[in-house]
């Protein structure tokens, strides 16, 4: 299949904690300087480290999941993001094989659909000549994915970066197109959910023009982008990711409610509908003349004081309710359409009440892992049996739920998880983040 669009890459690692994503904002942000329009993407679901490469490329980034995603919706996002681009930068997820039964949704498995090549960090703290091997092994280990050059992070000097470079060459044949070394001016703190988000740094642009000087000075920019393919998946429009679920939606905006697909929310306008934002955190109702109310995930629990004081807010959600508009929460969202919220101190905050539900941080525990969900009534989401795929990552429990649950959930394996969420009329909710119908 011939190449389409403008040429791309991946930057990936051996493991998370490489350094990949700072690397990725640093070489965006250097080559966007350059005068390059550069796309951005993210493999697998996450919400957090796209909102950083948007403010490295200063354009939206979106997220490419080969298991979440139909063949269609995938090759579409692909094919825009080739059209309007000099150039194509991913961020990979966790390790590059890293992923779902036989590698889905991993890197390598884009890598391999996408024939993007990679570009592999490696973390040379306390490694020398073992570089090679790893970078040999992850080379060969699947012959579909092109491995075809290294940065090697947390160098110690001229001296190391030779050796790994001479190490890298000797056993692959690959080359290294940098030697960064480390710099404790560059972090990117973090919280439970993983990094703490782009909107809430308060020198974000600072940290990342360093990253690209940082980048500029140590890696061969022009070497990388002779790397760079186009992408050889065939575009083939799905209508990609979920129906709207309103004609006018209110969506909820602000770092309480900070995790929405930027492709998801312009493909709903693609297809016609309207969408207001609204910041709960800021004590504002969603627009009277909505339709739909949309609550993504987020942080609640660390606002769930300010958030149970917003009298403005909660009133605005139940008269939407109350007026049959659609309401419907995700995670973070679902908990706040809840009767209580119990944060991580214990202390209980009432929510909109909208649905009987309690959640709790007092206890946390991880759930985390893509899903596989059949609706099992009709809801705002669409029909009973219409089938979704999603992801869950959070560490609330549902300390009582009543109702009608909205999902038959299932694990990527489809080892069955039982039922999930809550629908109430037009009102709806889960701790699954949907990404594409089935």
Known sequence: MTGTGAPGLIIAAPASGSGKTLITLGLVRALALQGHR????KTGPDYIDPAFLAAAAARACVNLDTWAMRPATLADLVRALGADADLVVG?????????????????????ARS????VLVVDAKGMGASAGALVAGFARHRPDVAVAGVIANRVRGARHGAIIAAACADAAGIGMLGALPRDDALALPSRHLGLVQAAEHTALETLIERAADWIAAHVDLAGLQALARPARIAAGYAGTGLVPPGQRIALAQDPAFAFSYAAQIAAWR??????ATFSPLADQAPDEG?????????????HAGRLAGNARFLAGLCAAAARGATVYGECGGYM?????LIDGAGARHAMAGLLPLVTSFAAPKLHLGYRQAVALSGSPLGKA????RGHEFHYATAVSRGGAPLFHVAD???????????????VAGSFLHLIDQV
Do not use: C, H, K, N
């Open 38 to 41: 550069i796309a951005p993407f």
């Open 91 to 111: 961020e990979g997820v966790m390790g590059l094989f890293d992923g779902g039964p036989g590698g889905a949704g991993s890197t390598a498995e884009l890598a």
């Open 115 to 118: 024939g993007w090549p990679v």
């Open 270 to 275: 693609q297809a016609g509908a309207a969408i």
């Open 290 to 302: 909505a339709d739909a109310v949309v609550l993504p995930g987020g942080y609640p629990e660390l």
């Open 336 to 340: 706040v359409l809840g009767e209580t």
């Open 385 to 388: 049996g219409t089938e979704f």
């Open 412 to 426: 990527a394996e489809g080892r069955r998880r039982g039922d999930e969420g809550i629908v109430a009329g037009r």
